[in-house]
């Protein structure tokens, strides 16, 4: 699952393709953001800092 994060403070925003890679990099907690997305199924996630969506990945390929 792809992850959208905006950073409200510097105003910059990222794309990561796994939730670990997004905690690694902006230092967050891991098991919190787990929570919410995984347990609680939601697709956002805010704070005072940063706001987080989780979305589906559309990928091309071939027809079957």
Same mark, same amino acid.
């Given at each position: 699952?792809?992850?959208?994060?905006?950073?409200?403070?510097?105003?910059? =925003?990222? =794309?990561?393709?796994? @939730?670990?890679?997004?905690?690694?990099?902006?230092? @967050?907690? $891991?098991?919190? @953001? &787990?929570?919410? =997305?995984?347990?609680? $199924? &939601?697709?956002?996630? &805010?704070?005072?800092?940063? &706001?987080?969506?989780?979305?589906? @990945?559309?990928?091309?390929?071939?027809?079957?």
């Amino acid at each position: 699952m792809p992850y959208f994060i905006y950073d409200k403070e510097s105003k910059e =925003f990222g =794309f990561f393709g796994s @939730l670990p890679v997004m905690v690694e990099k902006f230092g @967050l907690d $891991k098991s919190s @953001l &787990e929570y919410h =997305f995984s347990r609680k $199924k &939601e697709t956002k996630f &805010e704070n005072y800092k940063y &706001e987080i969506f989780k979305g589906e @990945l559309e990928r091309g390929g071939s027809p079957k």
